[in-house]
Every structure is written in C-alpha cells, then in structure tokens.
C-alpha cells in the first residue's frame, strides 16, 4: 500500500469505495463541496463526480491545500491509499488546529474502505503521513478517536501515540481520546 495524492486513474475504484461506506462519514476523505467566485459552499452532486469531468475538478480542488477553505478552516493535504491500483482509503493532513480539530479532530485523519479494513492500511498510512507532516513543518502531531475505537487507538499506538486525555467531544458528549506523537520520535 502506497500513500498518494487523489488522481483520476483511481476515479472509479474512489466512487465504488463511496458506496462502499453507505453513507457513512469518511475520516480524512472531506465534504464533497467547493467554493465558488463569489464565496458560497456548492456541493458536488454524485453525477458531477461520476463524470470524468467533474472528477477532474474535484482532483484539482482536493490537491490544492488551500483551496475551498470556509472561515476558520485550516489547509490541509489530501492523501489516498492505494493498492494495486485500487483505491482503499483517504487520509487528510489538517496544517493546523482550530477549536473543532483541537477538541475532537486533531491533525490527521483517515478511513479504510469496508472492503480493504484489517489489513494494516491504516497503521501503514499514518506511518507514510508522518514524515509529510514534518516536511509541512509540524514538531508534533494530534490524533484523536473516540474511546471506543480499539481499532483506531491501535493504529496510533503503533505510530508512537502517546494517550494524554480522554474527553467528552463537544459536538456530542461522546468520549475522545487524545494522542500526540512526537515527530522527532516518530518512525518513518
């Protein structure tokens, strides 16, 4: 599995993915939106992306760190799993914390497609996101999950995450556990 930006050649493999989680939120893939000249959000429909048209506009906004960002969102860099040529999951880098990514999103998240979960993508992905996120100039990153998410604490655990609290989420109450890891300890 290699970490990648979004690309067209995985255009298909992406959208079956999207079914694939049945509407579910997506850690690290991003809202299906953009911002148009005069401010306002616009939302991709599921037939724009189907074209090769619109997924190319996609691809051009979602490679672009800074591109599309409402009042108070940060940059961030888009990254996709890919596996013999098929796209398992996403990856989002967010430059900086606001109060939202703070509380309960951190620096970095990410999802693995239902089909391709179990395999160690996600421990390989944030491996491979470490050193791009010091090369964005970061000391040290913050990952979150909710406390009930083994699987995610396991990932981050295994990439020198070092658990420093457990709160309630502000959006919802339910419990988020907070990680940081140390960029200068972290392997990759």
Same mark, same amino acid.
């Given at each position: 599995?290699?970490?990648?930006?979004?690309?067209?050649?995985?255009? /298909?493999?992406?959208?079956?993915?999207?079914?694939? &989680?049945? !509407?579910?939120? +997506? =850690?690290?893939? $991003?809202?299906?939106?953009?911002? =148009?000249?005069? !401010?306002?959000?616009?939302?991709?429909? /599921?037939?724009?992306?189907?074209?090769?048209? !619109? &997924?190319? =506009?996609?691809?051009?906004?979602?490679?672009?760190? %800074?591109?599309? #960002?409402?009042?108070?969102?940060?940059?961030?860099?888009?990254?996709?799993?890919?596996?013999?040529?098929?796209?398992? $999951?996403? #990856?989002?880098?967010?430059? =900086?914390?606001? %109060?939202?990514?703070?509380?309960?999103?951190?620096?970095?998240?990410?999802?693995? +497609?239902?089909?391709? /979960?179990?395999?160690?993508?996600?421990?390989?992905? @944030?491996?491979?996101? @470490?050193?791009?996120? /010091? %090369?964005? !100039?970061?000391?040290?990153?913050?990952?979150?999950?909710? %406390?009930?998410?083994?699987?995610?604490?396991?990932?981050?655990?295994?990439?020198?995450?070092? #658990?420093?609290?457990?709160?309630?989420?502000?959006?919802?109450?339910?419990?988020?556990?907070?990680?940081?890891?140390?960029?200068?300890?972290?392997? $990759?």
């Amino acid at each position: 599995m290699r970490l990648i930006p979004p690309t067209e050649s995985l255009h /298909r493999s992406y959208l079956d993915a999207v079914d694939e &989680f049945g !509407g579910a939120h +997506r =850690d690290g893939d $991003g809202l299906w939106q953009w911002i =148009d000249a005069e !401010g306002a959000v616009q939302p991709y429909a /599921r037939a724009e992306m189907e074209s090769d048209e !619109g &997924f190319h =506009d996609f691809i051009v906004r979602r490679t672009d760190p %800074d591109r599309d #960002l409402l009042r108070g969102w940060v940059p961030c860099t888009f990254l996709w799993m890919e596996q013999d040529g098929e796209y398992v $999951g996403s #990856l989002a880098i967010r430059h =900086d914390l606001n %109060d939202f990514l703070a509380a309960e999103g951190g620096h970095i998240g990410y999802s693995v +497609r239902p089909s391709a /979960r179990r395999r160690g993508h996600a421990t390989d992905a @944030l491996r491979q996101a @470490l050193p791009v996120c /010091r %090369d964005l !100039g970061l000391n040290r990153v913050l990952l979150t999950c909710d %406390d009930d998410n083994l699987g995610s604490a396991t990932v981050i655990e295994a990439n020198g995450g070092v #658990l420093t609290k457990t709160i309630p989420a502000p959006s919802n109450g339910q419990l988020v556990r907070h990680y940081w890891i140390d960029l200068s300890d972290a392997p $990759g």
